[in-house]
Antibody, heavy 118, light 106 residues
Framework: EVQLVESGGGLVQPGGSLRLSCAASGFTFSSYTMSWVRQAPGKGLEWVSD????????YYADSVKGRFTISRDNSWNTLYLQMNSLRAEDTALYYC???????????WGQGTLVTVSS | DIQMTQSPSSLSASVGDRVTITCRASQGVRRYLAWYQQKPGKVPSLLIYAASTLQSGVPSRFSGSGSGTDFTLTISSLQPEDVATYFC?????????FGGGTKVEL
């Protein structure tokens, strides 16, 4: 059974940093593109970032480019999102998602909540 | 960036009704279109990918169609457990984009 377990969320002041983690199990992690998708309270889904299976290619939404960095450790089956220069508008539930053969998402974690507030 | 516009933003229907949700892309996305269901308080789940391919385990009352810029998600006979918000997603290259969602109520 595929499991994705996010951690690392919390309350942070504007301008601060957080590092999210996503522990994956139940599939060959190193074979799949992985992603972060966020959902602000009461709002829709927003794609944040993708990383290919080897970690050699990364993609970002314009809203986070230059502030967020996605990475992965295929030895530890873990996905990361380093978030710097956080803003109030980054407040959201951050989901880790596994891509299928292309970038549709066939499995999602439960999410970790990031709140940016003073 | 490709914008995804869903309509309607919400709808109310009765059990057994046929429900249709549309998703329009601002540029052609070929058939690189997925649909997700998000029940209240729950994680999104994949319904359809490649515009019309049903994800394993999804009931056959769900179907998808379209290509290019215009896509449709159809629920052939609405069930109480289908109360949810439905999102389309374009994956025709980064940045990936989601529609704003369609809330389906009974």
């Amino acid at each position: 059974e595929v499991q994705l377990v996010e951690s690392g969320g919390g309350l942070v002041q504007p301008g601060g940093s957080l590092r999210l983690s996503c522990a994956a199990s139940g599939f060959t992690f190193s074979s799949y593109t992985m992603s972060w998708v966020r959902q602000a309270p009461g709002k829709g889904l927003e794609w944040v970032s993708d990383i290919n299976s080897s970690g050699s290619k990364t993609y970002y939404a314009d809203s986070v480019k230059g502030r967020f960095t996605i990475s992965r450790d295929n030895s530890w089956n873990t996905l990361y999102l380093q978030m710097n220069s956080l803003r109030a508008e980054d407040t959201a539930l951050y989901y880790c998602a596994k891509a299928g053969d292309m970038s549709w998402y066939d499995h999602w974690g439960q999410g970790t909540l990031v709140t940016v507030s003073s | 960036d490709i914008q995804m516009t869903q309509s309607p933003s919400s709808l109310s229907a009765s059990v057994g009704d046929r429900v249709t949700i549309t998703c329009r892309a601002s540029q052609g996305v070929r058939r690189y279109l997925a649909w997700y269901q998000q029940k209240p308080g729950k994680v999104p789940s994949l319904l359809i990918y490649a515009a019309s391919t049903l994800q394993s385990g999804v009931p056959s009352r769900f179907s998808g169609s379209g290509s290019g810029t215009d896509f449709t998600l159809t629920i052939s006979s609405l069930q109480p457990e289908d109360v949810a918000t439905y999102f389309c997603q374009n994956y025709n290259g980064a940045p990936l984009t989601f529609g704003g969602g369609t809330k389906v109520e009974l």
